[in-house]
Nanobody
Framework: QVLLVESGGGSVQAGGSLTLSCAVS????????IGWFRQAPGEEREGVAI????????YYADSVKDRFIISADNAKNTVYLQMTSLKLEDTAMYFC???????????????????WGQGTQVTVSS
């Protein structure tokens, strides 16, 4: 059984930092795409940081470039999202996703993924 369990969300003031964790079990993510998505109320789920197979390359949404970093600790089967200089518009539910349904699917698109965590809420206040 594949499980993705996110943690680390919370409330933070603008300009602050948070690190999200995604603990993965039952699945080897290092050979596939794994990433973080977020969804604000009334909006479509968007990809913010995607790790490419092998972990040597990553995609970042323009809105989070130079502020967020995706990383992985393969010994712990955990993927992280370090978020700094948080803005009000970063407020959303953050989800971890893994395993493209098909190899030709766009890894930046949320419908491309097979496995999802339950999400962790990030709220940024002024």
């Amino acid at each position: 059984q594949v499980l993705l369990v996110e943690s680390g969300g919370g409330s933070v003031q603008a300009g602050g930092s948070l690190t999200l964790s995604c603990a993965v079990s039952g699945y080897t993510y290092s050979s596939d795409y794994i990433g973080w998505f977020r969804q604000a109320p009334g909006e479509e789920r968007e990809g913010v940081a995607i790790m490419y197979p092998g972990g040597g390359r990553a995609y970042y949404a323009d809105s989070v470039k130079d502020r967020f970093i995706i990383s992985a600790d393969n010994a712990k089967n955990t993927v992280y999202l370090q978020m700094t200089s948080l803005k009000l518009e970063d407020t959303a539910m953050y989800f971890c996703a893994a395993d493209l349904l098909r190899s030709d699917y766009d890894p930046r698109y949320f419908k491309s993924y097979h496995y999802w965590g339950q999400g962790t809420q990030v709220t940024v206040s002024s």
